[in-house]
């Protein structure tokens, strides 16, 4: 299958489970998880997640909502978002 | 190489707190082949190919937002001079039909705004564009959608006061039509217009262009100012490679966005707009990326510099992420619009005097500006000249857009309503030009434009 990369970014103030919350959810709907960073910037918790969405079987706006009602549920700021807006702002 | 944490906050950053948007997705259409002389099926045929494009732009670019997480503001779309495609139904009444018909298709759609009700008079007036200019008060307090615009002049062909002559009365008439006058808001009137401008009101779909194209236009000022706000000791040289770092990643999602969105739609990419461009919001405003430069408030003695340090950082660093800039690519001021300008206004820093010489050095002129409803015509319509001289003798765009509201007097502020913001009432110079207006005529091409 194709590979679909997306990065899911978690901003906002360190909590237990954060990691735990999300992986769960992707394993659940068959997403990998490629690439896992995080790191303190600005006084804010910021992890960055690299996942393949090529194997989700619904339409993306339900993984988003999904990503946001965890993000709801502990006070985080969640965004799904394609790799290659990265790669077009940042690589020249 | 990996994208770094680093990388993707700042991205984040960008789209959650300093309000980085698609500013609009802008679809030119060709409307020259739905002509019929028939008009009942000359208007069929432009509100189902208005309706149909305006569903599938939506639908696509909702789709992209939710790929790229980033907001896509406004889909919009903008239509052939509808002066042009009237010449054979030259009836005031067929006029503002047609203008339903544009104002239904959109509506339908889902479109906010459609562009290009106006006409291309820069040399002459047609009976077209004669009736079409007397008919707008009707249609601009008939329709929700429609905007209008009129070229009055370029580098080439000088500039056609006769034309800009009728503007002061039209204005007049559209805002005692409409609410708070906010009808003008809806009508911009230009020297050099570009065919691939993707804003409002002034977008139309140029005669030059194909049969359909999508043009993007981007926005962050509140990124600007945020890196500009991090670096309060540089001098103007690095501030500009600030700025222009800034702008060129921006761009970049911009013409990301604009590339897959045409790929998707199966027509043509047309041009990104890398505009600075302000919203009401808190921190989206291109005064506060002056105030953050070190001024107290814009219009303050050392803004127009600040403006043109600002406008051609934008520049360059647009121009080096895409190859397709195009539009108006600079940085509006709008007074209505800018929560700054309108403080600035309050503040009596800024007035007509000192936005005219702004935008000698910005990309569009005098916009959304809000004078006494009981400015004379003759004084609104040298107004306009004033500002549209600037832009012929310059060799770049200049565009007004001017609100004459009733009953209001200088230092009023009148709510607009949505998108359009609260406007200051501004003061204006109480000596006529009447006598000098009144001799109309073309105001002849600069001799810059022989380059033969």
Redesign the interface.
Known sequence: MKKELS?I?V?GKDKKGIVAKVSNLLYKNNINIE?I???V?EGLF???M?VDVGGYKYP??KL?SLLEKIGKEMGL?V?????????????V | MAITVDEVFETAKMILYENLDIRTTTLGINLKPCVDSDFRIFKKKVYDKVYKNGLVLIKEAEKLELKYGIPIVNKRIAVTPVSLIMEAHLRKEKFLEMAKTLDKAAGDAGIDFIGGFGSLCQKGLTRSDSLLIDTLPDILSKTKHVCSFLNVGSNVSGMNLDAVNLIGPMLKKTAKKTKNGAGCARFVVFVNAPEDNPFMAGAFHGVGEGDITLNIGISGPGVVRSVVEKNKECDLTELSEIIKRTVFKITRAGELIGRELAKNLKIPFGAVDISLASTINKGDSVADVIKAFGIEYIGAHGSTLAIALLMDAVKKGGAMASANVGGLSGTFIPVSEDMGMVEAVKRKSLSLDKLEALTAVCSVGLDMVAIPGNTPEETINAIIADELSIGIINNKTAAVRILPIPGKKPGDLVKLGGLLGIAPVMSVNKYSAKNFMKRGGRLPAPVTSLRN
Do not use: S
Not at chain 1, 84 to 90: C, G, P, R, T, V
């Open positions: 990065f970014t901003i690439d960073n995080q790191k910037m910021v992890m960055t690299l993306l706006h988003n700021k965004q799904l978002q394609h790799e290659n807006i990265f790669k077009m702002m940042h690589r």
